[in-house]
């Protein structure tokens, strides 16, 4: 079930990544780690340096894929966006939280793609 999930997670990103580009995105890093935690997207969006999650799903049957993001998530999550601000330097941008929700159909190859700029804050 773990390799299922890994995997369905690997191909929301790479389409995550994809659909941000086109709609203007810089993407800096992909899977940023660090002992606090992982941010799956760091991009610019204009002047705001944005940290997003990234959840992918087959369907809603546990709900939306944005509920996934619950507030233990968000707290690794900012704590991580904050290491990588001090790691890179990066003090004088804006910076939010934006959530992808990718919802991949059955039926056929086109995934449901939602992306929520500033979904959270602290």
């Given amino acids: 079930m773990y390799s299922f999930n890994k995997d369905i997670g690997s191909l929301g990103e790479d389409v995550a ?32 340096l944005c940290f997003i999650e990234v959840k992918s799903r087959y369907d809603k049957l546990y709900g939306n894929p944005c509920e996934a993001v619950n507030y233990p998530k968000r707290i690794k999550i900012y704590r991580t966006a904050n290491m990588y601000i001090i790691k890179k330097k990066l003090f004088k941008f804006n910076f939010r ?6 919802i991949f159909n059955t039926y056929n ?3 449901s793609i939602k992306l929520i700029k500033d979904a959270f804050q602290i």
């Fill in 97 to 102: 939280f934006d959530v992808i929700e990718i």
């Fill in 17 to 48: 990544e994809n659909y941000l580009k086109e709609n203007g995105y810089i993407i800096l890093e992909r899977n940023f780690r660090c002992k606090t935690g992982e941010v799956d997207i760091i991009g610019k969006d204009g002047s705001y």
């Fill in 109 to 111: 190859n086109i995934p």
